[in-house]
C-alpha cells in the first residue's frame, strides 16, 4: 500500500519579486525625481523673493527720497545679486504715488539644457514624461510715506532752525550752530556769552500760521529737551503737544555720546506755550509744551551742555564758548525701516518709513 504524503508545489517567487521590486524602485526613483526637481524650483523661487524684496526696498528708498532712477536696472541689480547663478529677470513698476512694485523671473542663461533660457531645467522629470522645466516668479511691493509718528530723541529744534538749514528745500551739510532756546544765568541774551548763563537764541520773527497760541506773533529759535521718561527718547506724533524737560542739560537718565557723528531722529516744535497760559491749563504733564511740526533726521556733530554726570560734553563746536549751551549739526534726508515708526500725514522733513506692503 502506498503511503500518501502532502507535496508543496513549486511557486516562482522570485519572478514576482523581481516585478515588484522593479515597481517599487520605479515609485522611489519617480518620488525622488520629483523632490529633487520640485525642491530646485523652490530655491529657485526663495532667491527670487530675496531679489524682489531687496529691489522693492531699494527703489521705495529712492523714490521716497525724491530720485526714482531706472526702475527696471535697479530691480534686475537686487535680482542678480540674490540669485545663487547671478541670473534673473525682473521688471518694476510704479503703483499710485507711493509704491513700487518689482516681479523677479527665472534666467537660466547660465546653465541652460532644456532649450529655453527662461525657465529653470528639471532634470529628472523628462525621464518620467515630465516637463523639462518651468518658469518661476515672485513679486514684491514697497511703499514708502512721512515718518509722521515714533520714537524720537528727546531734542526738539525750533522750526526757524529746519528752515535756516533747508533753504528752498536743498539740505545743507554744513553745521549749524544751534544754542539752546531759554536764557538763563547772568547771561544777557545778545549772544555775547558775557558771565556764565546761556543766552538764548533767536526767536522768528514770525510764527508758523496757525500756531501762535501765546498771541506775541513769535517763535522760541533753538533747541530744547522734552520729557525722555526715563530715557534719551519720547514719543512723539507730528500735530502733537509733547512735555518738556527743563533746563539746556539732557534728562539724567540720559547720556547718549556715542551718537555724536550719527543721524538720529528729532521732532520739530512750532509753537510752545506755557502750562499756565489761558486756556491751556494741563495741555501736558510739565509746566511748557512743545507744539510738534514733524519728525527730521540731524546728524549731530558737535554738542556743549550744562550739567554735571551723564552730559554731552565732546566734541564741542569751536564756536559755542563755554558760557554757552549749544549744538551743532545739519539735517539729512533719511529712510527707516518697517519698524521704525508710523506713517501719518504730516509736513515733509526728509525722514521717511519704507516697507513691504506685498
Known amino acids: 500500500m502506498r503511503r500518501l504524503t502532502n507535496r508543496r508545489v513549486a511557486e516562482p517567487e522570485g519572478g514576482i519579486a523581481a516585478v515588484i521590486v522593479a515597481v517599487c524602485a520605479t515609485v522611489v526613483f519617480g518620488v525622488a525625481a520629483l523632490v529633487i526637481d520640485v525642491g530646485a524650483a523652490r530655491q529657485e523661487r526663495r532667491e527670487l523673493q530675496n531679489g524682489a524684496d531687496a529691489g522693492a526696498l531699494a527703489l521705495a528708498q529712492d523714490c521716497a527720497r525724491g530720485a526714482c532712477g531706472d526702475l527696471n536696472a535697479t530691480a534686475v541689480t537686487y535680482a542678480n545679486l540674490n540669485s545663487a547663478d547671478s541670473f534673473s529677470r525682473a521688471t518694476a513698476s510704479l503703483v499710485g504715488t507711493n509704491s513700487v512694485r518689482v516681479v523677479t523671473r527665472t534666467s537660466d542663461v547660465g546653465a541652460n539644457t532644456d532649450g529655453n533660457a527662461n525657465t529653470i531645467d528639471f532634470n529628472w522629470a523628462p525621464i518620467f514624461g515630465g516637463a523639462s522645466g518651468g518658469e ?10 512721512v515718518l509722521g509718528g515714533g520714537k524720537a530723541l528727546a531734542l526738539t529744534f525750533s522750526k526757524c532752525e529746519w528752515d535756516a538749514l533747508t533753504v528752498g528745500g536743498i539740505f545743507s551739510t554744513t553745521p549749524r550752530v544751534i544754542f539752546f532756546h531759554d536764557p538763563a544765568g547772568s547771561g544777557n541774551g545778545n549772544g555775547n556769552g558775557n558771565g556764565n548763563g546761556n543766552p538764548g537764541a533767536a526767536e522768528c520773527p514770525v510764527a508758523p500760521a496757525g500756531q501762535d497760541t501765546d498771541g506775541d506773533s513769535k517763535l522760541n529759535g533753538g533747541f530744547g529737551w522734552l520729557d525722555a521718561s526715563g530715557g534719551c527718547t519720547a514719543t512723539v506724533n507730528a500735530g502733537g503737544w509733547v512735555s518738556s524737560s527743563p533746563g539746556a542739560a539732557a534728562p539724567n537718565t540720559c547720556s547718549p555720546s556715542d551718537l555724536i557723528g550719527s543721524d538720529v531722529q528729532v521732532p520739530v516744535f512750532d509753537d510752545v506755550i506755557d502750562n499756565n497760559e489761558p486756556g491751556w491749563a494741563n495741555q501736558c ?5 512743545y507744539h510738534i511740526y514733524g519728525i527730521a533726521t540731524i546728524r549731530l556733530t558737535g554738542m556743549q551742555l550744562s550739567g554735571n554726570g551723564n552730559q554731552w560734553t565732546q566734541n564741542s563746536p ?17 529712510t527707516l525701516g518697517s519698524n521704525g515708526g508710523s506713517i501719518v500725514p504730516g509736513p515733509d522733513l526728509g525722514t521717511y518709513v519704507v516697507r513691504l506692503t506685498e
Open 136 to 145: 518661476v516668479t515672485a513679486t514684491a511691493t514697497a511703499s514708502w510715506g
Open 285 to 289: 504733564s510739565t509746566n511748557k509744551c
Open 318 to 334: 569751536a564756536s559755542c564758548s563755554p558760557q554757552r549751551r549749544c549744538v551743532a549739526g545739519y539735517f539729512v534726508k533719511f
